[in-house]
């Protein structure tokens, strides 16, 4: 059984930075994708940014160059850097972890952008 536990969320000016963890628990096979997802208020879910066990990362547009993911593999952990945030950053953010098809999904922490 995985199970993802994230932290860090929190209510933040335009402009700020905050930094979201992410530890995964459980059997987890060496090769792996961790990354994170968000869901603003009546928007499907997107993908933010990922890291493969490899180091390989990948951002959405939006985000790119403001946000950055980062992991550390000794301890199973995923981060999320969030710079120059902007009130269209506000949403739940998920933590994802895959392993070959199998998905597994983080409780969720709010982040909150005012202007």
């Known amino acids: 059984q995985v199970q993802l536990v994230e932290s860090g969320g929190g209510l933040v000016q335009a402009g700020g930075s905050l930094r979201l963890s992410c530890a995964a628990s459980?059997?987890?096979?060496?090769?792996?994708?961790m990354g994170w997802y968000r869901q603003a208020p009546g928007k499907q879910r997107e993908l933010v940014a990922t890291?493969?066990?490899?180091?390989?990362?990948n951002y959405a547009d939006s985000v790119k160059s403001r946000f950055t993911i980062s992991r550390d593999k000794a301890n199973n952990t995923v981060y999320l850097g969030l710079n120059s945030l902007k009130p269209e950053d506000t949403a739940v953010y998920y933590c994802?972890?895959?392993?070959?098809?199998?998905?597994?999904w983080g409780q969720g922490t709010h982040v909150t952008v005012s202007t």
């Open positions: 459980g059997t987890i096979f060496s090769f792996n994708v």
């Open positions: 890291a493969t066990s490899y180091g390989n990362t």
């Open positions: 994802n972890l895959r392993i070959t098809v199998e998905h597994y």
